[in-house]
């Protein structure tokens, strides 16, 4: 949620930051801003809506500078507007803060401030940040980064913040608390970032900043310190994602290139952690803390949004193939609860960014608690992975779009190697369906490029139902996670209400809906439910509601029932999630598209949602 930029160097700052932005907008769109330093002061250009829209507003102004600092917005304090878009000056125009996080206790300190004569313009608490850094540098006579470094003290919340001053123009303070941010060390240049996308093209040496450490750059000079000022070595990573992963690569939205990458994605996913001859399965991230997982009574997985859905299909995959119970926790619930957590619970994690806050919040009061916590995560690097005591990384490539799909697939793939390695170690599963399960994973890939060829027979149906109000999506077992997962899908980039449920639940409630208006999408492959899940479609059917399966190839008998129907290859239960997850990302995609919306940046969605 936000994402900052700053450049300081040697080259003209404006480019570098405009580009970082658009890297960083999955994080935000609802304003843009930057600052330049001028000689003695500070230009400041922002504007509500989306990075073009900055663009724009600029035109040919000026724009030429060599230290420059930038925002992308996703608003919480005050409404998306030209003045709360970042950055947000002090009252004497010196002091520009762009701010991706929350200062919990703004309001106490906007109060004091405002004893002290000074005003506010925007409803945000960044602006208040900006006050208490000028307040305090005047009245203790500080550099600039002594001033943040107390104001620091006393700011409560999370924050990932760059900040300059008219009167240090070589100078640029970076500081970071719960928020990401990345430092890009080049030639006597240095660039800023909420996440390494914006710096990769420039270098490839970066340092990732710790809670409570500020940076300062300084005369081409770079220090890093805590906010209690003790001098830090910090490690310099080299990065490792390529510039072609950050680009469309000729497909019109990056969603749909994340959707056909999935063959690859998931290959990565698997990449070296299976021997199928053998019936194997290796995880090095998690090497070191194997015995707690396999002496764990129960796990424990703590996740939001899609991934939430990914840890679903997980208790799924555990409790059938390891005989492990597991409990699956929206992470704002959990860190809020007073859940009872014992010191044999393994809690894993699950986050594409890693950095989402209730997710991290919530493993966090885990592991105080005594649990062993596992990372499922996609950016390396990011906050979660750091906070874990082990982990395996999913090898998706950056996910941009900001509905989730590749991610999706390869967090299912990365915790089915989990779940394998358990219920093999623990005896289980024999070495013979091991060595099956394994190779039917390793043509899955296979068969997504067989479920892609799906798409124009999609946009056709897509076409048909593109003006509905209301989706209801039906699956039982494997499938009910997945009915979830294809809801959210559409709601998030269509803004067409859905609904999921496990098809049993339906003449509970939702049945109640159904008429010639709705369509009801079933997940009905050939597998354990399809006979109870053709009972459920002939009950719609009865109340003619529209009908959308989703089957396994050849199967003739609900092509006779369903309105439409989409053929995907057949698979074990255990793997049909991963080939079904096609169509539901293919149908959400194409309605969108035939409804205008902007199928990356949806209305009021962060992909990083670094906010509780
Ligand atoms: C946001 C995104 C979703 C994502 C969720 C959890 O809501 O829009 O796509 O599933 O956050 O994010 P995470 O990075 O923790 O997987």
């Known amino acids: 949620m936000c994402g900052i930029v700053g450049y300081i160097g040697k080259r003209e700052a404006w480019p570098i930051l405009i580009k970082g932005l658009e890297r960083l907008e999955y994080r935000g769109y609802d304003s843009a801003g930057v600052a330049l330093m001028q000689k003695d002061s500070l230009l400041v250009y922002k504007k509500k809506g989306k990075v073009s829209e900055l663009k724009n507003f600029v035109g040919d102004k000026n724009v030429i500078s060599g230290v420059g600092i930038a925002h992308t917005r996703w608003a919480t304090h005050g409404e998306p507007s030209d003045v709360n878009a970042h950055p947000q000056k002090s009252n004497s125009g010196e002091i520009a803060v762009v701010h991706n996080g929350i200062i919990e206790n703004y309001l106490s300190i906007k109060k004091a401030l405002i004893e002290k004569g000074y005003h506010f313009e925007s409803a945000t608490d960044t602006e208040v940040l900006a006050n208490l850094i000028e307040d305090i540098k005047k009245n203790t006579h500080s550099n600039l980064d002594e001033a943040v470094r107390f104001a620091l003290q006393e700011a409560v919340g999370a924050y990932a913040i760059a900040v300059l001053s008219a009167d240090e123009p070589n100078t640029i303070i970076v500081a970071k608390n719960g928020s990401p941010v990345v430092i890009g060390i080049g030639d006597q240049e240095y660039f800023i970032a909420s996440d390494a996308t914006p710096i990769i093209e420039y270098t490839d040496k970066v340092i990732y900043l710790d809670d409570l450490e500020m940076a300062i750059i300084k005369d081409g000079n770079l220090t890093v310190k805590t906010i209690k000022n003790e001098i830090k070595n910090p490690y310099i990573q080299k990065l490792e994602m390529k510039i072609e992963e950050l680009e469309k690569g000729g497909f019109p939205h990056f969603m749909l290139k994340e959707i056909y990458e999935q063959p690859r994605s998931i290959r990565d996913s698997m990449r070296g952690r299976i021997n199928i001859q053998d019936g194997l399965v290796k995880l090095g991230g998690i090497e070191k803390y194997e015995d707690k997982l396999l002496n764990a009574k129960r796990i424990i997985i703590l996740a939001c949004g899609t991934s939430w859905h990914a840890g679903l299909e997980a208790k799924y995959f555990f409790e059938e193939l390891a005989k492990v119970p597991v409990y699956v926790e929206h992470a704002s619930e959990f860190r809020y609860r007073s859940p009872v957590i014992y010191d044999n619970d393994l809690v894993i994690a699950i986050s594409q960014s890693g950095e989402t806050a209730d997710t991290l919040a919530a493993l966090n009061l885990a592991k105080e608690k005594g649990a062993t916590v596992f990372g499922v995560c996609n950016v390396v690097g ?177 092509k006779e029932i369903a309105d439409f129907v989409i053929e995907i290859p057949e698979t074990s239960d255990v793997l049909m999630p991963f080939v079904a997850s096609i169509p539901f990302q293919l149908l959400a995609y194409h309605i969108a598209l035939l409804r205008g919306c902007d199928i990356d940046k949806p209305r009021n969605l962060a992909k990083s949602v670094t906010v509780e």
């Open 382 to 558: 990011s906050s979660i992975p750091r906070a874990t005591h082990a982990g395996s990384y999913t090898h998706a490539g950056p996910e941009i779009g900001v509905a989730s799909t590749k991610a999706f697939t390869a967090q299912m793939t990365v915790l089915l190697l989990m779940c394998l390695f358990l219920a093999s170690s623990k005896g289980e599963l024999s070495k013979k369906q091991m060595q099956d399960i394994l190779s039917e994973l390793d043509g899955i890939p296979e068969k997504i490029e067989k479920a892609l060829k799906t798409n124009e027979e999609i946009k056709k149906i897509a076409l048909k139902l593109k003006d509905a109000e209301n989706f209801i999506y039906l699956g039982r077992g494997y499938g009910f996670p997945l009915a979830l997962e294809g809801a959210l899908k559409l709601k998030e980039i269509s803004y067409i209400h859905a609904e999921g449920c496990p098809a049993g639940e339906m003449k509970h409630g939702p049945i109640a809906l159904v008429d010639e208006n709705m369509p009801v999408v079933f997940i009905a492959n050939k597998g354990n439910s399809y006979e109870k899940l053709i009972s459920n479609m002939m009950e719609v059917k009865a109340r003619k509601g529209i009908i959308i399966a989703i089957i396994s190839e050849g199967d003739t008998h609900v």
